[in-house]
Antibody, heavy 124, light 106 residues
Framework: QVHLVQSGAEAKNYGASVKISCKAS????????MHWVRQAPGQGLEWMGV????????TYAQKFHGRLTITRDTSTSTLYMEMSFLMSEDTAVYYC??????????????????WGQGTMVIVS | DIQMTQSPSTLSPSVGDRVTITCRAS??????LAWYQQKPGKAPNLLIY???LLGSGVPSRFSGSGYGTYFTFTISSLQPDDFATYYC????????FGGGTKVDIK
């Protein structure tokens, strides 16, 4: 069964960086596109970016260009999201998510059939 | 960027009611649309994808329809477990979510 397990909550100061992880299991990690989505307290969902775990190529939402880096470690089937220059508006729950369909068969966008449990990041 | 306008923002139906939520895209997205249910403190759960296909294990009282720029999501007979917030998502170009609809207990 597909599982995405994220790292624990983080508290950061304004201007700092944060790196959170998402460990995948139950499938071949390099075969499926992986995404990050965030949700500020009491707010809606916001798509951040996507990575091809096979070659590491990532695409980011324009809003996060220059501050967001999505990477992966294929040896541990782990996805990472690093955000720099944190502001109070970055306080949110961050989710990793996977779309169905092999990378060789489908494009990077899709419905998110599997989600991590979420990681709370608080910036003060 | 494609904008998704979801309405209403809140609903207060009774158990057994038929509930309908709409989502409008700012440009054509064909049927690249999904619907999610989210409960407090939990990750979203996929209900509908490709505008009308039911997700795995999702009860048949949930349904979706639409194409192009106008989409609807329906719960045929609201159950107590259905009180939650619902989001639409377009995935035609990158990904954008609607603002959400909170279905509250009346």
């Amino acid at each position: 069964q597909v599982h995405l397990v994220q790292s624990g909550a983080e508290a950061k100061n304004y201007g700092a960086s944060v790196k959170i992880s998402c460990k995948a299991s139950g499938y071949t990690f390099t075969n499926y596109w992986m995404h990050w989505v965030r949700q500020a307290p009491g707010q809606g969902l916001e798509w951040m970016g996507v990575i091809n775990p096979s070659d590491g190529a990532a695409t980011y939402a324009q809003k996060f260009h220059g501050r967001l880096t999505i990477t992966r470690d294929t040896s541990t089937s782990t996805l990472y999201m690093e955000m720099s220059f944190l502001m109070s508006e970055d306080t949110a729950v961050y989710y990793c998510a996977r779309i169905p369909g092999l990378i060789t068969d489908v494009g990077p966008q899709g419905a998110f059939h599997t989600w991590g449990q979420g990681t709370m990041v608080i910036v003060s | 960027d494609i904008q998704m306008t979801q309405s209403p923002s809140t609903l207060s139906p009774s158990v057994g009611d038929r509930v309908t939520i709409t989502c409008r895209a700012s440009q054509n997205i064909d049927d690249w649309l999904a619907w999610y249910q989210q409960k407090p403190g939990k990750a979203p759960n996929l209900l509908i994808y490709r505008a009308s296909l039911l997700g795995s294990g999702v009860p048949s009282r949930f349904s979706g329809s639409g194409y192009g720029t106008y989409f609807t999501f329906t719960i045929s007979s609201l159950q107590p477990d259905d009180f939650a917030t619902y989001y639409c998502q377009q995935y035609s170009t990158y990904s954008t979510f609607g603002g959400g609809t909170k279905v509250d207990i009346k």
